[in-house]
């Protein structure tokens, strides 16, 4: 019997639906599959209101986790296979994700398996080199990572993820697209499942190493990670200027969100065209660069 734990937060619900579309091929007699869902005392909200969305901007780039909810998982807990389905919040994992690697519950992948499958926008990168390290940390063994970018690209995603987030709508508005991961992409997550079915006797193997980077689980745009490289600098410093003027919630460091809003306000609008010229002449430099960390990387750019 082969023993697999899907672990996850999910808010909108693109999560849950790729996990679910991602483990369907996998369920058969020989095969425990457990559900573990991740949560926070208090738990964020969906949709949110846009105070409170940008509040924790300080907290998830800064690496501050909030209390773990109370899990039905034993810390010493063994399994095959952890998958672990987590989202992009401001260039880091969600701060529910960070909560559960900040939790002795962590322990549970300790020499295990771990396959990364992500929902986000374009920027995803430092939020996984992030997640990389978290479960580094916690012991565990990253072999492969899918990543589900939002539809329509990164101009699109600039303005339907956070009316998703904010208002939980995800229907096209005039010429954006749906808000959100493709429903044809998250059935297509079945390939993925098909491959982790054929090969159940190499989850335990003792130097883990990639079993669907051939299928090349992860699209990389270069014009994306150019304008998430130039916007870090400046999001880690509002960050820990926030963080100085108080806690969440605290009125002092209001001004400083505002200004983060700002800068995305006046900021990406000019930096993601600028990113598109550049990105032909740097295009595979940086696929090369995340090739290293991410196997099965594919550039469309």
């Known amino acids: ?44 909200p969906f949709p949110w209101g846009a105070h409170e969305f940008f509040d924790c901007m300080p907290e998830a780039v800064g690496g501050h986790a909030p209390q773990l909810a109370p899990m039905e998982l034993n810390p010493g807990e063994r399994f095959d296979l952890v998958i672990l389905g987590w989202q992009v919040w401001f260039l880091s994992p969600s701060l529910p994700i960070q909560a559960f690697f900040a939790a002795p519950q962590a322990q549970v992948l300790r020499g295990t398996r771990v396959i990364s499958v992500t929902c986000c926008r374009q920027m995803w990168q430092r939020a996984h ?12 063994v990253l072999t492969d990572s899918i990543v589900l970018t939002h539809q329509g690209g990164s101009l699109a995603g600039y303005l339907t993820a956070p009316r998703l987030m904010i208002t939980g709508r995800r229907d096209k508005l005039g010429l954006l697209p749906a808000g959100g991961v493709a429903c044809g992409d998250i059935d297509a997550l079945s390939r993925f499942g098909q491959r982790l079915r054929e090969t159940k006797d190499r989850w335990s193997e003792p130097q883990p190493g990639p079993m669907i980077s051939d299928l090349e689980p992860v699209e990389v745009n270069a014009a994306a990670v150019l304008a998430e490289l130039a916007v870090i600098p ?16 605290n009125p002092a460091r209001r001004p400083v969100l505002w200004l983060f809003v700002l800068m995305l306000v006046v900021f990406l609008p000019v930096l993601l065209p600028a990113s598109a010229v550049l990105a032909p002449l740097v295009r595979r430099r940086l696929t090369r660069r995340l ?6 990387v594919r550039d469309v750019t």
Do not use: N
């Open 234 to 249: 400046p999001v880690v410093l509002l960050a820990r200027l926030a963080r100085l003027c108080g806690g969440p919630g």
């Open 1 to 44: 019997m082969k023993r697999v734990l899907v672990l996850y937060y999910s808010q909108s619900g693109d999560v849950r639906s790729a996990l679910e579309a991602l483990v369907a091929p996998m369920r058969a007699p020989d095969v425990e599959i457990r559900w573990q869902p991740v949560d926070t005392v208090p738990r964020y």
């Open 291 to 296: 090739a290293r960390g991410l196997p099965g």
């Open 129 to 140: 080199g992030t997640l990389r390290e978290l479960v580094s940390r916690a012991d565990g």
